[in-house]
């Protein structure tokens, strides 16, 4: 299997790198091809502009999902996205591996997500969700966040994981098509022992062995609505 490991924080001897570097470990002992987008390593510019594009369909106003289209099919995409989506084309698995930042991803990874998948090629049209343009993917992501475990869950106070990470993995990485499946997360990281830390790379070695019996996340499939997306 290729796996593609997209890596954003800002410290590099942060836990969250260290996790990275357990499932580079992990997946290439199982014979895994393994490549890394470390972001901030890389400065990665997060910020989509006119400038992702060397030639405009429309130079007067920028529809930038439309530019997209065109980029990717003249090859006018600037070439830090194209690389990026070479990379994630060839991966059969995908790992986002970041901290929690205001119940969100650091603005790094968004920026990544903003200008790699492109539209034309990621979705579009009627391509999203079970027929989004990377079905027949997987998705893992993987955590550290500050709060407890005790602080999420249906009635826990920041109410449930799954809802936090909603616009990740749902909006972005079941609508492109792949099956998502269930976070990885290391609770209350920075407060915690060394030892505790050291269970959770444990366990990710675990869950990384198993990844193939993993269950995907159930989302909405096509099939089930009609032509105006009304549910049938
Ligand atoms: C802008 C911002 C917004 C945030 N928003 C939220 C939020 O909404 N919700 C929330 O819960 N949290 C939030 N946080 C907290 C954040 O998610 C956590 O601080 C972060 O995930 C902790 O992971 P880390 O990798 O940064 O830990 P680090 O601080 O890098 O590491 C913690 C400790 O682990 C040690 N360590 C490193 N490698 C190893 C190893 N191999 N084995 C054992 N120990 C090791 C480090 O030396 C350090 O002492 C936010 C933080 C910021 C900066």
Redesign the pocket.
Known sequence: MNVLIVHA?P?P???????R?QAIATLQAQGHEVQVSDLYAMNWNPVATAADFTARENPDYLVYALEQRLGVKSQSIAADIQQELDKLLWADLLILNF??????A?AMLKGWIDRVLVSGVCYGGKRFYDQGGLAGKKALVT?????REH?FGERAI?GPLED?LRPILRGTLAYVGFDVLPPFV?WH??YIS?EA??EF?CSYQQRLEGLADDQPLVFPKLEQFDEALYPL
């Open positions: 924080h410290e001897q942060s836990f969250t790198a260290a996790l570097d901290p929690i930042f205001w119940f969100s650091p955590v550290t966040l500050g709060g602080m920041h936090m290391a990281v920075p060394a830390r050291g790379l």
